[in-house]
């Protein structure tokens, strides 16, 4: 089993939609979670941290079950530059340095 | 504003020979990292650096060797480039103080191995 798991998509939505995408992880011990965005052909950037309670930022919620463990992304609202693919992203507390990535999750939003 | 900076973007090797990709961070991170991206496999960690002086291996660290020079860079060599090394190649770089910390990513090089 894979450590961090998405469903690959293309998830393909109109501008307005509401979306959403899972991701799995493996480890019950992970320490943190995030979301990056990775437009094409370029590098992943940070889209937000995902902390226990949740959290919103603008149009962007992310939460986190550990009970179940998988952490969500909510996208509100979708506009054409949302367009990109989304990597789940975890620590998983073994060692304070490495991440382990999902595969992506890619979301493409049409007029 | 440069954050991580990779170089070269764009490579093409022919098979047996080598090349170093290089990598400088200006936010004073203590970690840095180079990883490999294929279609279909997300990022792979190849060698990882906690701080100067040392490095450890990755997932994915056959055929390839590293450096960190100084706190500033941190660089990767194929001795002889083989085809299954064909990827896109990113280093990142992060504080290294808490598993909280957000590893930045460079921009890339685009290898092809003939």
């Known amino acids: 089993r894979k450590e961090v798991e998405q469903d690959p998509g293309p998830f393909n939505v109109p501008e307005g939609a509401t979306v959403a995408f899972n991701c799995t992880y493996s480890n019950s011990a992970s320490q943190s979670f995030f979301w990056y965005r990775q437009d094409c052909r370029k590098e992943p950037k940070l889209l937000m941290s995902v902390y226990s309670s949740g959290n919103e930022d603008g149009r962007f919620t992310a939460q986190l079950n550990r009970a179940s463990q998988y952490i969500s992304l909510l996208i509100r609202d979708s506009k054409l530059s949302d367009s990109a693919t989304y990597l789940c992203v975890v620590n998983p507390g073994y060692n304070t340095d490495k991440l382990i990535f999902g595969t992506g999750t890619r979301l493409q939003v049409f007029p | 504003n440069a954050g991580v900076t990779q170089t070269p973007k764009f490579q093409v090797l022919k098979t047996g020979q080598s090349m170093t990709l290089q990598c400088a961070q200006d936010m004073n991170h203590n970690s840095m990292y180079w990883y490999r991206q294929d279609p279909g496999m997300g990022l792979r960690l190849i060698y990882y650096s906690a701080s100067e002086g040392t490095t450890d291996k990755g997932e994915v660290p056959n055929g390839y060797n590293v450096s960190r020079l100084n706190k500033r860079e941190f660089s990767l060599r194929l001795e002889s480039a083989a085809p299954s090394q064909t990827s896109v190649y990113f280093c990142?770089?992060?504080?290294?103080?808490?598993?909280?910390?957000?590893?930045?990513f460079g921009a890339g090089t685009r290898l092809s191995v003939l």
């Open positions: 990142a770089s992060s504080p290294g103080t808490a598993v909280e910390d957000i590893q930045y």
